[in-house]
């Protein structure tokens, strides 16, 4: 392995092992993230005042109820046919009949539905009614469903301070997913120690141990204690073979191979690879996880129709895009030097084109529907073009502008009209510099790579230079 290419196989590995183990560290937020904090901000007024005007109630929202089991029945009925304004609506019109009966269980599915559309100011009330109740089992739950809001917002310390001493009030799986939750806030506050107390309160019965067990891998590796993640993945994976092979062993095999590889243990890295389904949402980057270990191997073969198979998708992602460097390298150690010449010049053309491509997305004013967000893989895609959205923004802000767009189309009220037009424009603004700056980032990436073809190429001539005196 020369040089030049254990330059590029250590970015690959590096960049592949950080991508599943990052987290945003909490940190002064970027200036598109604080106007994303303050847009959440306007978006609650809008939504409170939106509500509020009955004007717009259609007729099955104005009915009077009295019981909130009938009430939360007619509210899911809605729910169920796509109506969450008409829901959202209906708990308003009858605000009075949920505040009498604040001491009941079927609050949380109220609160839950006025958080899931971030209506926010009158799941507020209902939460101090109930911290008026003075019930504390309620009071916990309530704010066990309130954290899971902040966590959707990437709000770690308002998390953390939600689910402080509340995991004995609970029941035993909302506790769990407590846990998981705080270890998850605590990660993401680099209070790496602190999270793995947390994930290890969780039982090996409950349906989050596995998701505890990963992000307590995950922090172990970020904090060099290699050996103990590498028991902890081996062992729920031992766990999976025998039960299921979902998204979540995928994952585990995952960051088991970009660990190994990084440490260059590359059969087993291989073996892990290997073991990714094909049409999982990690199958590119297991694609490339075979492409480096098998070129590591020796096995070129091995390496190029994984390379190949990733070369040929018709999709760009970041494991797409970097097949193309590795390729002509793989073929330089098969000694098919017309080959060579000819994958180093169709990278730099792809390069270059793909360049243009996102130079023309940034210089174009993108609709928010002519994109597409994938909630799965909290993914950006436009044109084909897919960015690791979830890693920089939260999700909230692309939900809140859908809800803004369908506030547009159901008010009656002038006033409220002009401001949610108002409101829709500042969101665009914020949309734009969203995606200016993924395909930036992504540009950043492209242009390293087509600079190391370059260089790929002249040192290729430089080589047959020399051997030729």
């Given at each position: ?59 099955d929202s104005l009915q009077e109820i009295t019981n909130t089991e009938i009430l939360l029945k007619d509210i899911n009925k809605l729910k169920n046919k796509n109506q969450s304004i008409a829901a959202i609506q209906l708990i308003y019109y009858n605000i009075d009949t949920l505040k009498d009966n604040v001491d009941t269980k079927d609050v949380f599915e109220f ?314 424009s500042k969101y665009d603004s914020t949309y734009q510099k969203i995606i200016a700056d993924l395909t930036n980032k992504r540009k950043e990436s492209l242009k390293s790579y087509l600079n190391q073809s370059r260089y ?14």
């Open positions: 392995m020369n040089n030049w290419f254990r330059f590029i196989f250590n970015s690959l590995a590096l960049l592949g092992l950080c991508f599943f183990c990052q987290l945003q560290a909490h940190a002064k937020p970027s200036k598109i993230n604080f106007e994303i904090m303050q847009l959440e901000d306007e978006f609650k007024t809008l939504s409170s005042a939106f509500y509020q005007d009955a004007s717009s109630y259609p007729e609160i839950q539905l006025l958080l899931d559309q971030n209506e926010w100011n009158l799941a507020n009330t209902l939460f101090r009614a109930i911290k008026d109740d003075g019930d504390k089992s309620l009071l916990a739950t309530v704010q066990f469903i309130f954290a899971k809001y902040h966590a959707q917002r990437n709000e770690w310390k308002q998390v953390n301070k939600l689910l402080k001493g509340i995991a004995t009030e609970l029941s035993e799986e909302n506790a769990a997913y407590a846990n998981l939750l705080n270890g998850t806030a605590l990660q993401h506050l680099k209070k790496h120690r602190q999270a793995l107390v947390y994930y290890n309160k969780i039982k090996p019965t409950s349906q989050y141990y596995r998701y505890a067990q990963l992000n307590s891998a995950i922090a172990n590796i970020r904090q060099g204690w290699w050996t103990d993640a590498q028991i902890k993945i081996q062992t729920l994976l031992k766990k999976s073979k025998k039960e299921n092979h979902d998204e979540l062993t995928n994952r585990l095999y995952l960051v088991l191979g970009y660990a190994l590889l990084q440490r260059e243990y590359y059969r087993d890295a291989r073996d892990a690879f290997r073991n990714i389904g094909l049409n999982s949402q990690y199958t590119n980057r297991a694609l490339l996880g075979i492409g480096l270990t098998a070129t590591s191997q020796g096995d070129f073969i091995g390496g190029l129709n994984a390379l190949t198979i990733l070369k040929d998708k018709k999709t760009f992602d970041l494991s797409v895009d970097e097949s193309y460097l590795l390729v002509p390298y793989v073929y330089e150690k098969l000694q098919q030097e017309m080959t060579v010449t000819t994958s180093y010049s169709e990278a730099m053309n792809y390069y270059q084109q793909r360049i243009t491509q996102l130079d023309n997305i940034s210089a174009q004013h993108l609709n928010f529907s002519s994109t597409k967000y994938v909630e799965k893989t909290a993914s950006l895609v436009i044109k084909k073009n897919s960015f690791d959205y979830g890693s920089k923004y939260p999700e909230s802000f692309i939900k809140n502008y859908q809800h803004i767009l369908d506030f547009e189309s159901s008010t009656k009220n002038a006033k409220i009209r002009k401001k949610t037009q108002a409101l829709i790929g190429l002249a040192r290729l001539y430089d080589n047959t230079t020399e051997s030729g005196k």
